[in-house]
Structure formats: C-alpha cells, structure tokens
C-alpha cells in the first residue's frame, strides 16, 4: 500500500514562503515512471495542480505558479517538498501531495491533504 502523508505549518503570514513535506511509504518517489505532484483546492472551489517532480529529478510547474513555486526531494527520506513564496490569503488551501504513475500519468494515490491558512 502507497500512502503519503503531508506535513508543515498550517499557518503562514503574508509575503513568506509555505512550506511543506510529503513523507511517502510502500514505494520510492525513484522508482521508474513515477511522478509525485503537489494539488490544492482552496475553500469553495475545485482542485489545481501545483507541480510535479519526477522519478529522475525533473520538475514541472504550473504556468500561473511557476514564478513563485519550488518542489525539491530528498531521496534519503523518502521524502518530496513543496515551496511556495511570497504568499497572499488567495493561497489559503487544502494542499495534497499525490503519486502519479506510468505513461498515463494518472493520480492514484493521495495524501489525506492538509490545511494551509495564510493571514496575519
């Protein structure tokens, strides 16, 4: 069984950066033609994909995030994070960390997903 599991702040102030960890288990965020994505949906409305880093190390950004977005990983943790600067309240979220895999690209298996406010 593939679980992922999201961690960080869930508070973050204005103009500073959120930050957060996604921690998986039952397989490795380098085993071949795997993808592990960063989505959120803030209150009311529907999901938006963030980015992805892939198995090899490449990263892919969503346009409208793309200037303000970083997703690194730390191979020796299992472990894939997100950053995301300078931070308004529209950033305000549930944030998930998902495995997408093969050539399909689907997402298979989720994060239960965690709360980001952002406010002063």
């Known amino acids: 069984q593939v679980q992922l599991q999201e961690s960080g702040p869930g508070l973050v102030k204005p103009s500073q950066t959120l930050s957060l960890t996604c921690t998986v288990s039952?397989?490795?965020?380098?085993?071949?033609?795997?993808?592990w994505n960063w989505v959120r949906q803030p209150p009311g409305k529907g999901l938006e994909w963030m980015g992805v880093?892939?198995?090899?190390?490449?990263?892919y950004y969503s346009p409208s995030l793309k200037s303000r977005t970083s997703i690194s990983r730390d191979t020796s943790k299992n472990q894939f994070s997100l950053q995301l600067s300078s931070v308004t309240p529209e950033d305000t979220a549930v944030y998930y960390c998902?495995?997408?895999?093969?050539?399909?690209?689907?997402?298979?298996?989720w994060g239960q997903g965690t709360q980001v406010t952002v406010s002063s």
């Open positions: 880093v892939a198995y090899q190390g490449s990263n």
């Open positions: 998902v495995r997408a895999r093969g050539v399909s690209t689907i997402f298979d298996y």
């Open positions: 039952g397989d490795s965020i380098t085993t071949s033609a795997t993808y």
